[in-house]
């Protein structure tokens, strides 16, 4: 058994030899190899190392004829463009030194010219002294034979022919003026038929009563009612008047408010189709008059904006030129009027070149003042104005509204053209109507007007009103008074009447010569 450990402790150690001899050997045998390798590659680094310092040099020897091959290129072309320069220069010489004697000839040749203007300048300097002088003999001469000086007769001159400059301008204004008159007129006749015509418009006289028709004449007493209460309710309730006569089935609302008027014409003939007439039936009746009204009103004012395509009115405008619809002038319904004008005065501004819109808009508005001036002290022209300025209306629509009948000067386009569509509007045949009264009194008030003057022998109006026909004293008035009278008196009708349109004033003045043969 010791044998055999020992036998194992051997072997052992023995491979342990052998193992590091072996490694010793291997070792030893990679280095060598690693040094061969070494060798190789230091070898192969020198050659690479010397390919390399041949190439450099072969490039470097190729960079260098390159050089200098383009050296021999760029001097090349810089001597051949040194030499077109040269060239250029020398041809620009030659210009320059043939310019310069072309210069010195043109030279010589202005010395030449200046000295001959500076001798005709000697010879026209000695014929102004001569002509000077001579003058100067003839005007002493001149001033001897008319016996006025220089001075005098020029001042003379002058003022004679500033006289006749004046009067010869004088004459050619009055005929200047004269033409501009009558193109003015034909054109403003041109363009206010043109207006007419196109604008048409039916006209109805309207009454300021309504009449209320009955089914029979048993109504008039239920109307009444028991110790009149029935018609004490709704006259209260209405403020209209109602007249009960011996007009068979008809009665009469009276009342100077044409809505009123209205609201009480609605509501009697929504109580004779009911039947049941007692004041509270009255009162209700009423209540649903004035909301049927206030409802028209709306629409008519609305109505009237749509046909004249005016826009942008304030909604209590609107209410109000709706009222216009119940109310009348010289038996001229005042809606339709101012629609009419509002449509004239547009067309008018079209012809014209003026603004349509504005010329519309001015027109529609120019009486709102009468839809009120029932309620509110002053003329329809002021309240018309104040309604104008409360709901921000444009400046120019406030004056038209404000000179469309004169009270104060028309100084737009706007104000002139409603003024004149106004006058149109009313002028027209059917249009107003006044009652015989009113009617009566004008034309007795024009005749008196006319017979205030002295001179005046009798004097007749004619035409409806229209035209005042005077007959003078021919003893007394001449022939050039005639003008200044028919003058002044057109001032004084213009001042102390109202009247619509215009009033031709005619003055004759008859001169007889009466002799007898014997």
């Known amino acids: 058994m010791p044998d055999s450990i020992t036998f194992y402790i051997v072997s052992a150690i023995l491979l342990v030899l052998i193992g590091i001899i072996g490694f010793v050997a291997g070792f030893a045998y990679r280095k060598k190899i690693a040094e061969k390798e070494i060798g190789s590659a230091e070898e192969e680094a020198t050659r690479i190392l010397n390919d390399a310092i041949k190439a450099a040099e072969t490039k470097k020897r190729e960079a260098v004829v390159e050089a200098r091959e383009e050296v021999f290129k760029i001097r090349a072309e810089a001597d051949k463009e040194i030499k077109e320069r040269r060239s250029d220069v020398q041809k620009q010489e030659r210009r ?65 022919v500033e006289e006749e400059a004046r009067h010869d301008a004088a004459l050619k204004l009055k005929e200047i003026d004269q033409q501009l008159k009558e193109e003015a007129d034909r054109k403003a006749r041109e363009v206010i038929a043109l207006a007419i015509q196109r604008c048409a418009a039916d006209h109805a006289s309207e009454v300021t009563v309504s009449v209320v028709p009955l089914p029979n004449d048993e109504m008039k007493g239920r109307i009444i009612g028991r110790e009149g209460r029935n018609i004490r309710a709704l006259e209260n309730l209405t403020g209209v008047d109602l007249i009960i006569d011996d007009t068979p089935e008809a009665i009469t609302l009276s009342s100077f408010d044409p809505v009123r008027r209205e609201v009480a014409r609605i509501a009697l003939e929504k109580l004779i189709s009911d039947g049941r007439i007692h004041p509270t039936r009255i009162e209700e009746m009423v209540e649903k008059a004035k909301n049927e009204v206030e409802a028209t009103i709306k629409q008519e004012g609305e109505r009237a904006m749509f046909e004249t395509g005016v826009h942008g009115l304030h909604p209590e405008l609107v209410k109000i030129l709706g009222r216009m619809r119940y109310r009348t002038s010289y038996g001229q319904n005042v809606l339709n009027h101012s629609i009419e004008v509002a449509h004239i005065a547009g067309l008018l501004a079209g012809e014209l070149g003026a603004n349509v819109t504005l010329a519309k808009r001015a027109g529609l508005l120019h009486d709102i003042g009468k839809a009120i001036d029932h309620e509110v002290e002053g003329s329809h022209v002021a309240i018309g104005v104040e309604l104008a300025k409360k709901y921000r209306e444009n400046a120019e629509v406030i004056h038209a509204i404000e000179s469309h009948h004169g009270d104060v000067e028309a100084h737009t386009v706007v104000a002139c053209l409603v003024q004149a569509a106004d006058a149109i509007s009313a002028a027209r045949p059917g249009a107003r109507r006044e009652n015989l009264e009113a009617y009566i009194k004008r034309l007795e008030k024009l005749e008196e007007l006319a017979e205030s003057f002295d001179g005046v022998e009798k004097s007749f109006a004619i035409q409806a009103g229209r035209e005042i026909r005077i007959i003078v004293k021919p003893d007394i008035v001449k022939d050039d008074e005639m003008i200044l009278l028919a003058r002044d008196l057109a001032k004084k009708i213009e001042d102390e009447m109202s009247y619509p349109g215009q009033i031709k004033v005619h003055v004759v003045r008859e001169t007889r010569a009466i002799e007898y043969a014997k």
């Open 96 to 160: 320059m030194q043939q310019k310069e004697e072309q210069l010195d000839r043109k030279y010589e040749a202005i010395e030449q010219r200046e000295e001959k203007l500076n001798r005709k300048l000697k010879e026209a300097d000695e014929t102004l002294e001569e002509v000077h002088a001579l003058k100067a003999s003839q005007l002493e001469t001149l001033e001897k034979l008319s016996g006025l000086t220089a001075e005098e007769a020029k001042n003379f001159l002058i003022s004679k």
